[in-house]
């Protein structure tokens, strides 16, 4: 490892789940656009569904997702009748011809759910959208809060893979994190789905915590396998205090610094290589056999996913859909989310909609971040004389490149080994938003 590129490169980038990125939504895109985009969706479109539980029974401190603790189920319920108008109001926008390939529930975590509400909100997705016969159905779940009769649920509303997330299983980092989960709490539920037939597991990692160390993360990484979830990520610690409060109670001083985070994702990817699992783009790992490993990748909100569909919808609080004329994201306010559906029956508040040179852009950084290169001749087919411009960017990059983090590859480049970490690092010099709009990112790696 050479920590002098570790600093040179670790400036805080985007991690690229769209592009542009939500910092650059405007307020411009509203509620009327949004059912004017609905409208234009061509026949054949093929959709994914995503709807946002922003529920967990407790918060921890790292969290960077948009949730909240609820100690009572009356808020739930309420969240629940919105949700509800707000999906049979798209459906009534939506042509009943397009295909679902995908649902995903995010949090959050889904499993704060009722278990009667999960069947039920799972049949008003197959009775109001026409779900393709053996869609992938994932949920996220926080394992500290689920019992059988939830876990029951989840495989009677049709579920077919599940996300479980484990930061470290060392008593300190937990204490610093405020979410204590044991080995055997987590190995619980993994076994609870599989006696239920749920086989697609993944489990969530994260390096770069308070007080972690690569000892810590290898115990925590020999635990998890002796699980075999079919897929692992293994996100960076986003650190944004200024922006999330909750992350003000993590000391800073007791944070890995930014080459001890670099060895930690080291450790991390040779344990799991080590172990059969496949390197996916940036920071995922899949065994051969899952379909990840396989198939094409694409880059959505959840990180990598097999989940090619042309048109994501999504529901709920702050969720964030994507059609082919722009991304649009609901309010991320509960109250002011069921005020909106209350009233119009969407509610959305923000997004932007797509130049061609968005998403000749957004093309090219999202096959760096699924393939690390990109295909210059489909560039050329897909954007024309406009990718010229993009091509001449690339070769600069090429000859500016001193560290030998790209080589060329055809009139594109390819990120070799050595750059791989840094993925992000090389997408962003092609983000032609980037310094326009402050915007607060994690560290590049
Ligand atoms: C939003 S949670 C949903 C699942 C469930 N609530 C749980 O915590 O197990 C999904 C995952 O996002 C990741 N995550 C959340 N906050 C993060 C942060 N600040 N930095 C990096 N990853 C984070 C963690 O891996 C977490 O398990
Ligand atoms: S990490 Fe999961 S359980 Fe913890 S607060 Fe965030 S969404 Fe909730």
Redesign the pocket.
Known sequence: MNPELVKRYSAPVPRYTSYPTAPHFSDDIDARTYRGWLAELRPGTRLSLYTHIPF?DEL?W????C?KAVRRYEPIAEYLTSLRTEIAKIASDVPAEHEVLHIHW????PNVLAPDDVVELADLHRRLFRIREGAEFAV????RHLDDARTSAFARAGVTRI?????DFDETVQAAIN?RQSFEVTERAVLGFRSHGIEAINI???YGLPHQTRASLQDTVEKVLQLRPTRI?A??????PER?KH?RLIATATLPDSIERFAQANRLSRLLMRAGYERIGLDHFALPDDPLAKGQLARNFQGYTTDTADALIGFGASAIGRLPQGYVQNHPAAAEYARRIAEEGLATSRGIALTDNDRMRGFVIERLMCDMTFPARELRQRFGDRSEELLREAHALLDADQDRLIESDGDAFRVTDRGRPFVRTIAACFDSYLDTKAARH?PGI
């Open positions: 967990c921890c790292y969290c960077g997702c949730t995010g949090g959050g975590s996220e779940i926080d394992p996300s479980i997330g484990v930061q979410r969530d990692l994260v990520a996100f960076g610690y986003a650190h944004l999330l992350q994690a």
